[in-house]
């Protein structure tokens, strides 16, 4: 059940420009994925990172195999949130703070 939701271009285009301009003052927060992929605890690392400062930007390692735009969907997919901007191997997401965490994120979830 999707509870974020989807704004209009407008409105993603200011999400996107207040994300570049946390991310030029330094309090853009960052995650790296790595040689395994999108994992659980990734997904969980992000989902906290979102609740907490809304805004995350995920950065596809070189050794991750993963393609930028399916990977920003499936994020965005399972974390119940809005891809605000792909740039190289860069994903910047957004997630309205107060949101509950999606059920498949739930802390009782293995």
Avoid: W
């Avoid at 659980?40 to 992000?46: G, H």
């Avoid at 400062?53 to 991750?64: A, D, I, Q, T």
């Avoid at 860069?90 to 009782?108: E, H, Q, W």
């Amino acid at each position: 059940k999707k509870l974020q939701p989807q704004p209009s271009g407008k409105e993603r285009a200011a999400l996107r420009a207040y994300s570049e301009t946390l991310a030029k003052e330094k309090r853009l927060q960052r995650l790296q994925v790595g040689a395994q992929g999108i994992t659980f605890t990734v997904l969980m690392a992000c989902m906290d990172v979102l609740m907490k400062h809304e805004y995350l930007r995920v950065k596809l390692g070189e050794g991750c195999g993963l393609e930028r735009k399916q990977t920003a969907a499936l994020l965005a997919n399972l974390l119940d949130a809005v891809v605000v901007g792909q740039v190289g191997f860069t994903i910047t997401l957004y997630r309205k703070k107060g949101l509950p965490r999606p059920d498949n994120l739930s802390a009782t979830a293995s």
